[in-house]
């Protein structure tokens, strides 16, 4: 008996917050407007050429011999190969 004048109390407690709650709607403060106007503004149409950047380096030309690079790199590697093997053959201290 006690388990439902507790749970009758409960209940009308929580009908009377309930009641005394407002009748605005969250929907209405949050309009379209002010969330759509940041987007707008950064998808405005872009009026300002573009500038040629005098300190670029950039350029489209092709490298003068693209086996260049290359063939440093195969350089590189038998020199760190023919080092590995003097250390391999050196006798341990």
């Known amino acids: 008996m006690r388990k439902l004048i507790a749970l009758a109390a409960l209940g009308s407690a929580a009908l009377t917050l309930a009641a005394c709650g407002s009748a ?11 969330v759509e106007m940041p987007a707008d503004s950064a998808l405005a149409p872009v009026t300002e050429e573009p500038v040629a950047d ?21 350089d590189a590697a038998a020199g760190v190969a023919a080092e590995a093997a003097a250390a391999a053959e050196a006798p341990a201290e």
């Open 24 to 34: 605005d709607d969250a929907s209405t403060e949050a309009s379209a407007d002010t």
């Open 54 to 74: 005098p300190s670029a380096t950039a350029t489209d030309a092709p490298e003068a011999d693209p086996t260049a690079g290359a063939t440093a790199a195969a």
